[in-house]
């Protein structure tokens, strides 16, 4: 399994923006689903954004509008820039990759290399 290296986490207060990255070791520049998952205590991981090889984006509903996310090959990162930010927002961020090729999946099993995630707190 893949490991990754996620930075840009922090605290914020509500409203603010908080930008993460993930270094992905050659992963946007391979077919496969890329994503951001969130996971807070006592709770499963949860998808937050995604990004398939052409280009399309799907959010979890609760990050629609707020929060974008993007590859970029030259620098080989996966970025999540997310605005507007609340307090049910914070928890530990995942950056995941070298995940299915033909769709994107919400679900963290079908994602082969992960980040050690970094902790958002919204105030």
């Known amino acids: 399994h893949v490991q990754l290296v996620e930075s840009g986490g922090g605290s914020v207060q509500a409203g603010g923006s908080l930008s993460l990255s993930c270094a992905t070791r050659?992963?946007?520049?391979?077919?496969?689903?890329l994503a951001w998952f969130r996971q807070v205590p006592g709770k499963e991981r949860e998808m937050v954004a995604q990004i398939q090889d052409d280009g399309a984006k799907h959010y979890d509903s609760t990050a629609e509008g707020r929060f974008t996310i993007s590859k970029d090959a030259a620098k080989d990162t996966l970025d999540l820039r997310m605005t507007s930010l609340k307090p049910e927002d914070s928890g530990m961020y995942y950056c995941a990759v070298d995940g299915p090729v033909a769709f994107c999946s919400d679900y963290p099993s079908d994602f082969r290399g992960w980040g050690q995630g970094t902790q958002v707190t919204v105030s």
């Open positions: 050659g992963y946007t520049r391979r077919s496969g689903c």
